[in-house]
């Protein structure tokens, strides 16, 4: 067996035992792609009415949001954009509730509460990344590896064997015109071929989501042989619990973020949790994309900001390699390009779907094929093997007597 049979057969078998999860996390991709977009269109409780010049501070929002949905626990408030309503997030650790509050950061208003269990860009999300499955995370990530493993089968199965311009440009084309099964060929092959360049930063990207060692070889490649810090948990003073600081300091770490930087379009506040949790801050001058978030950490009791060596940090300290890992999420959903990458990584998401699909008819085709020229073979054997059949005797006509 030669070494292109090998990769034939590692690239067929691999296809099949993972197709179906391929398909679901490819499809879910396409979709949630364009989700600010969409959800901008669709969902007119995400914008505010007018525009005013003072927004309420975290600890007002906070008091609103859990005033609306009593017994739940804000854990997060959004600020994403002056024209677009905040946003505070409840959540528990054991998972009893998952809900969002839309609310004026001017007037004050409650313009939307939302069960994000029912939601549909949520649920396409943990379709995405779980499969809706206990250990679907476990899965995805596997076949994401034997998915990257296949891109790179493939081009080697795609390369062309002969030289000449005429074998070449027909690798780089779909012929239309041909039957089905060179149709069902070529858009696996030539669509695959084009889409791979941009599916295998998807497919990286994804993975370093799933294994610490992904995320530590790619650092480690592009810091030059750097090790990359992990991010150690940040504390707050404990002993000063007994202080209730925690209205006051968290409007105080926010408005100081925003003092500071006049670029910031919108913020984020990660209210803490528990007597020694801290307060997290992130801003950033872009909408809908995260690779210049800005991190500040504050103790919630003396407001004494907290630094850290590591890419969830303040922006303008970070290194080529860490701003990359910021990036991780727009260079995933192509936002890194914005409206344009986005159109680019959908159109990838979506040719990858049909991979296996057109993957399996081809092994379909090929079967059936393979079936008719053995029957066609086995019928020239038996038609050379069958003995043959004895000849009549001609009858000679009798003779007439005369």
Partial sequence: MNFKKIVSFLHLWLGLITGLVVFVVAITGCIYTFEHEIQEITQPYRKVKEVGAVQLPPSQIKAIAEAAAPGMEVRRIYYETPENASMALYYADDAPYFYLTFIDQYTGEVLKVKNLREDFFTIVLYLHMTLLLPYGGEVI???????????????????????????????????????WRRKNYDLHSVLGFYASWILVFIAIT?????????????????????QLIEQTPLSS???????????????????KVLQ????????AVYLPHGSDGVISIYSSPDYGTYGRLDWRYFDQYTLQEKEVNHFRGRHANTTFAQKVLKMNYDIHTGGVLGLTGKFLAFFASLIAASLPVTGVLLYIGRKKAFKQENKTAVNKSNARHKPKAKAKPVLQPKKILT
């Avoid at 500071?260 to 913020?267: L, M, P, Q, V």
């Fill in 260 to 267: 500071e930087d006049a670029s910031i379009r919108g913020t």
């Fill in 206 to 226: 994804g993975l370093v989501w799933s294994y610490s060692w992904v995320e530590s070889s790619l650092y480690y490649v592009l810091s030059g042989g750097e």
């Fill in 237 to 255: 003073d404990s002993t000063r619990s007994s202080q209730n600081h925690l209205v006051p300091t968290i409007d105080q770490a926010w408005y």
């Fill in 141 to 179: 990530a596997v076949c994401t590896l034997v998915f990257l493993v296949m891109l790179v089968t493939g081009i080697v199965l795609w390369w062309p064997k002969n030289s000449n311009q005429k074998a070449i440009k027909t690798k780089f084309k779909i012929k239309w015109n041909g039957r």
